[in-house]
């Protein structure tokens, strides 16, 4: 039986969520100031020492702020270069001759699929972000159509499946064969992917109404005609650099026998922060020097593209705060409480913890570890589980309806201007498509695979 203080800590929890919505949808409160508000109020009412308030949100913030603003600057930045240099229209004409302007939602969840593979979600976001701002442009498609498709590549690789770090770490904890995981959380989540992106997307882009002017999107200029752009394997080379090295950074970590005393070395340039600063420098020669842009050129790309990036932060930094609150209120052991009390089946179990532990803290990450962590010794004690499937189920629940307190929802909102309610109804509700989707196909095929 749960008791009276951590039903309270729930409802409160719940109350707060609601309330956060309500004071920027219909109060038309500025999202920070909510945030901040929301989370002195639920942590008063959970009884957290005064002292301790304020700086427990500061170190979600701050902890939030420390990776994402790097990112967010350094993907600005080299967004900034493939948009000035024609790099992204380059990408988009050679996606639209592919798979032609009906298709291109497919093309998008692809590119989504391969870029995010071996990059958190926010960093493989970046990268792509001027892609999918252009391709919309060019086919004068909504970018809901483009980017709700890109994200749900993005997302399913960032939950279920490893090389991506997030992944991996569930399937190291489960004991799970990487090699059929890897199979496993294809054949699984590239059908999440597909319901969630190109299909879903067609449903809800009607009703998701974006504003003409787009900050984000202005900064990337229309180039005209394609034989002045430069050429598509140099653009892809840029996007993909980043990438690559994030890969050797995984492997080198994974494998330090095999790095050997390069293992250092490669773990430092295969770091988010490090490998994007390669990226950008490097961008800053191929599509900027190499294109006949002048020192003081590139560097006031660099500058300019900064400033509308700075709302972006603050609001992930702030939902970082939030999910920090709940954190330390005491919630989120109340929700793994909850979820043990219950008598499910062991599949089942794992989506729930990490769906629960999502929903409070808003990472992805932190779900899946924490639900890893629980979950792992029941599992060697009930046989009959495959522990592939355990890390995809748990993946899954660690992805289910992004909202407020999760930066990737501020992300996705800013960078798509969007409001708050058409996030909800289009990312938050992707994201949850993914997760129920990956419970399904993961419960259907342990019946298959016993």
Same mark, same amino acid.
């Not at 900034?80 to 032609?100: P, V």
């Not at 291109?104 to 699929?113: D, E, P, S």
């Not at 109340?334 to 929903?359: K, Y």
């Given at each position: 039986m749960i008791d009276p203080h951590s039903v309270f800590l729930l409802a409160s929890a719940c109350i707060a969520v609601v309330s956060l919505i309500l004071l920027i949808v219909t109060f038309k409160l500025n999202p920070f100031i909510s945030l901040v508000v929301v989370s002195l109020a639920l942590a008063i009412a959970a009884g957290m020492p005064p002292q301790a308030i304020v700086r427990s949100f500061e170190t979600g913030f701050g902890g939030t702020m420390g990776h994402i603003a790097v990112i967010v600057a350094?993907?600005?930045?080299?967004?900034?270069?493939?948009?000035?240099?024609?790099?992204?229209?380059?990408?988009?004409?050679?996606?639209?001759?592919?798979?032609?302007?009906?298709?291109?939602?497919?093309?998008?969840?692809?590119?989504?699929?391969?870029?995010?593979?071996?990059a958190f979600f926010e960093v493989a976001f970046v990268l792509l972000v001027p892609i999918a701002f252009t391709v919309a442009r060019r086919t004068r498609t909504s970018l809901v159509l483009v980017g709700l498709p890109m994200v749900a590549g993005l997302s399913v690789v960032h939950g279920l499946a490893p090389p991506h770090p997030a992944a991996m770490l569930a399937v190291t904890i489960y004991k799970a064969d990487v090699g059929r995981s890897i199979l496993y959380a294809l054949l699984i989540g590239i059908p999440c992917a597909v319901l969630a992106g190109p299909l879903y997307a067609r449903i809800i882009a009607p009703y998701v109404s974006l504003p003409t002017e787009n900050s984000m999107a202005d900064q990337f200029v229309d180039h005209g005609q394609e034989k002045s752009l430069p050429s598509f394997w140099l653009t892809l080379f840029t996007i993909l650099?980043?990438?690559?090295?994030?890969?050797?950074?995984?492997?080198?970590?994974?494998?330090?026998?095999?790095?050997?005393?390069?293992?250092?070395?490669?773990?430092?340039?295969?770091?988010?922060?490090?490998?994007?600063?390669?990226?950008?420098?490097?961008?800053?020669?191929?599509?900027?020097?190499?294109?006949?842009?002048?020192?003081?050129?590139?560097?006031?790309?660099?500058?300019?593209?900064?400033?509308?990036?700075?709302?972006?932060?603050?609001?992930?930094?702030?939902?970082?705060?939030?999910?920090?609150? %709940?954190?330390?209120?005491?919630?989120?052991?109340?929700?793994?409480?909850?979820?043990?009390?219950?008598?499910?089946?062991?599949?089942?179990?794992?989506?729930?913890?990490?769906?629960?532990?999502?929903?409070?803290?808003?990472?992805?990450?932190?779900?899946?570890?924490?639900?890893?962590?629980?979950?792992?010794?029941?599992?060697?004690?009930?046989?009959?589980?495959?522990?592939?499937?355990?890390?995809?189920?748990?993946?899954?629940?660690?992805?289910?309806?992004?909202?407020?307190?999760?930066?990737?929802?501020?992300?996705?909102?800013?960078?798509?201007?969007?409001?708050?309610?058409?996030?909800?109804?289009?990312?938050?509700?992707?994201?949850?498509?993914?997760?129920?989707?990956?419970?399904? %196909?993961?419960?259907?095929?342990?019946?298959?695979?016993?």
């Open positions: 350094l993907g600005a930045m080299l967004g900034k270069m493939m948009a000035e240099s024609g790099g992204a229209d380059q990408i988009a004409y050679t996606l639209i001759r592919l798979f032609g302007e009906r298709n291109i939602g497919w093309a998008m969840v692809f590119i989504g699929l391969i870029v995010g593979l071996p650099l980043p990438v690559a090295l994030m890969l050797l950074g995984s492997w080198a970590q994974s494998d330090p026998a095999g790095a050997g005393r390069l293992g250092p070395a490669l773990q430092l340039i295969g770091n988010d922060d490090i490998a994007l600063l390669i990226g950008v420098l490097f961008s800053f020669v191929g599509l900027g020097k190499m294109r006949g842009f002048d020192r003081k050129t590139i560097l006031r790309f660099s500058n300019e593209c900064l400033a509308p990036t700075a709302t972006i932060t603050i609001l992930v930094g702030a939902g970082g705060g939030f999910g920090r609150i %709940l954190q330390d209120s005491g919630v989120s052991r109340a929700i793994l409480a909850l979820a043990l009390h219950s008598h499910v089946h062991l599949l089942l179990l794992a989506w729930l913890l990490a769906a629960l532990m999502r929903l409070a803290t808003g990472s992805a990450t932190v779900a899946m570890i924490t639900a890893a962590q629980i979950v792992a010794p029941i599992a060697l004690h009930t046989p009959g589980v495959r522990p592939e499937l355990l890390a995809i189920a748990t993946g899954a629940g660690a992805l289910i309806f992004s909202h407020v307190n999760d930066g990737g929802f501020w992300l996705v909102k800013e960078y798509f201007n969007m409001s708050v309610t058409d996030t909800l109804k289009s990312w938050s509700i992707c994201e949850t498509i993914i997760s129920f989707a990956g419970l399904g %196909l993961a419960s259907a095929a342990s019946l298959i695979l016993r």
